[in-house]
């Protein structure tokens, strides 16, 4: 079974400042991983998708994640946080194999605060 | 092109009623899948409809009900509701199995 994690619920940044996002997963099978932002009273933006390609990917806003196989992460970065960034970010998993296919993991989430 | 469209966005429900949540996924998008987000937490796979058949099922009790249409819309039908069914319902489209694109939700509330 697949399962996501992500370390710190809440995390408080500067405008300008890095964005870093911690997300560890667990799969018995190749991932696909991916993040979402939410905003208040909003359905869910996809950020960013990594489906086995290249490691590092880039997604709108500005925001990348790297996969790492080795430590079971998809952590996610902005160099230079704006204040529109404020929401917050799901990491989830699925796979195309076994009997979770195509379901989204969701972690619980970590809420963005950006300060001016 | 519109996404995927959700009706209606905000539901008041009484304990022991019944409650229809539709979707319409995003143009090309023959997979719709529903989760439900608790305040607070992140969202919960419920179930996923492809070819009008369920494909996939979570951990919901069978008060949770779905059906797809030919032209691969979809209703989410809770029975019996429970105040613990309050939350933020989302559907999500895909064109391939794993791709998504969620909708903006509807926001049920049951008293």
């Known amino acids: 079974a697949q399962s996501v994690t992500q370390l710190g619920s809440h995390v408080s940044v500067s405008e300008g400042a890095l964005v870093l996002l911690r997300c560890n997963y667990s799969s018995s099978v190749p991932p696909y991983l991916f993040w979402y932002v939410q905003y208040p009273n909003q359905g869910l933006q996809l950020l960013l998708k990594?489906?086995?390609?290249?490691?590092l990917v880039k997604g709108i806003n500005g925001f990348e994640a790297e996969f790492k196989k080795s430590e079971t992460s998809f952590h996610l970065t902005k160099p230079s946080a704006h204040m529109s960034d404020a929401a917050e970010y799901f990491c989830a998993v699925t796979t195309l194999g076994g009997g979770s296919q195509g379901n989204l993991i969701f972690g619980k989430g970590t809420k963005l605060s950006v300060k001016p | 092109d519109a996404g995927v469209t959700q009706s209606p966005t905000h539901l008041i429900k009484t304990r022991g009623q019944q409650v229809t949540l539709r979707c319409s996924p995003k143009s090309g998008h023959d997979t719709v899948s529903w989760y439900q987000q608790a305040l607070g937490q992140g969202p919960q796979f419920i179930f996923q409809y492809y070819e009008e058949e369920e494909r996939q099922r979570g951990n919901f009790p069978d008060r949770f009900s779905g059906h797809q249409f030919p032209n691969y819309s979809s209703e989410l039908n809770v029975n019996a509701l429970l105040l613990g069914d309050s939350a933020l319902y989302l559907c999500?489209?895909?064109?391939?199995?794993?791709?998504?694109?969620f909708g903006s939700g509807t926001r049920l509330t049951v008293v």
């Open positions: 999500a489209s895909s064109p391939d199995g794993y791709g998504y694109t």
């Open positions: 990594y489906t086995s390609a290249a490691t």
